[in-house]
């Protein structure tokens, strides 16, 4: 492992609030696509899907209920990676990455932005009182984020897989996210607990008791340009462009002789996200004389409640405003 490498597992390690959270980095072949990381995956657990079966079908009836956007917890991969034993140190590390792996096969989405709105969503970034409410709406299980110019200690992001969990022992929240380089992947975790996203964040932050240094503002700020593309696949509306008319949606079980199997998809689907919503954008840029002019409101999110408060019909929406030009902005 390269020096580079190395000094990157620390900075995302020390993030992590658990064991689990150490990379894997050194242990797997190239890895240029969230396939190719499934592949490695599966050879190394060839048992893998048959005991996702049974914890999968096992929910609320031999298992405790978990979240409905939560596809298993964090607790069913450890049974797993263990295989009923006790976790080696490989095991612990292998646990997070492969809850998203494992998660993902079962839609096989890879979601490619617009580079406008992709840079947009960036630079919007996310502040103020985002409840972190919002990210409990991905519109899969398990996402994988295409993260084109994306550097990170200086080697390419390739991407991130980002998934839910529900923490059988403290039944609380979190949101995976799991870096993807082409050498090995990283977990972190991010605590939803009734809050905004930004005090989600500096919770992080807090616990982890890092002293920020140069190469952790880097892992802060990657973190924070991530984190808008994933809030946008939870908003109200996404524009999703398929090779069908289809929308992004999981697996569902199929019955069969032996009763009910919930299947891998086969083929890895392609999703375009915001591209009419990118091409407003260049309309904006080019109205307005370019991106840093004083006629272009800058891009930012809008939230708002809807139903009763305290009642089961309380919901949160969440939209992203683009760019947009706003005309002459000198008083007549």
């Known amino acids: 492992m390269g020096r580079g490498c190395e000094q990157r597992e620390q900075k995302i390690s020390a993030v992590g609030d658990r064991d689990i959270e150490q990379t894997s980095a050194g242990d797997f072949e190239k890895m240029n696509s969230p396939n190719d990381a499934l592949i490695v995956y599966s050879r190394k657990y060839p048992n893998l899907n048959a005991n996702i079966q049974k914890f999968y079908f096992s929910k ?67 502040s103020g009182n985002i409840p972190d409410e919002v990210l409990f709406h991905l519109p899969e299980w398990c996402v994988y984020i295409k993260t084109p110019n994306l550097v990170f200690m200086g080697e390419d992001v390739l991407g991130f897989f980002a998934h839910l969990e529900d923490d ?90 032996k009763g009910l199997k919930l299947f891998p998809v086969d083929k890895v689907r392609t999703w375009k996200v915001g591209y009419e919503i990118g091409d407003a954008i ?30 089961e019909q309380r919901k949160i929406s969440c939209k992203f405003l683009p760019p947009t030009f706003v005309g002459d902005m000198e008083s007549p």
Request: neutral net charge; charged residues 20%; glycine residues 6%.
């Open 168 to 257: 059988v022992k403290t039944r609380k929240m979190e949101l995976r996210i799991v870096l993807h380089f082409n050498d090995a992947l990283h977990s972190l975790p991010l605590l939803l607990d009734n809050t905004t996203i930004e005090a989600s964040w500096n919770h992080l932050m807090t616990k982890s008791g890092l002293q920020l240094t140069q190469d952790d503002e880097e892992l802060v700020g990657l973190f924070k340009k991530i984190v808008p593309l994933i809030l946008y696949l939870c908003t109200d509306a996404p524009e999703f462009k398929g090779s069908s008319n289809n929308m992004p949606s999981n697996a569902t079980p199929t019955k069969t002789k």
């Open 282 to 311: 260049r309309s904006a840029h080019k109205r307005a004389g370019g991106k840093k002019s004083p006629h272009l409101r800058r891009a930012h999110w809008h939230h708002f409640w809807t139903g009763k408060r305290d009642s």
């Open 60 to 126: 609320g009836i031999d298992l405790p209920n978990w979240h409905n956007n939560v596809f298993l917890p964090l607790a069913a991969w450890c049974a797993i990676v263990s295989n009923g034993g006790d976790l080696t140190a490989e095991s612990v590390k292998d646990m997070g990455e492969l809850a998203a792996l494992g998660t993902w096969q079962y839609s096989k989405s890879v979601y490619e932005f617009d580079p406008d709105i992709y840079e947009s969503l960036i630079d919007a970034g996310i």
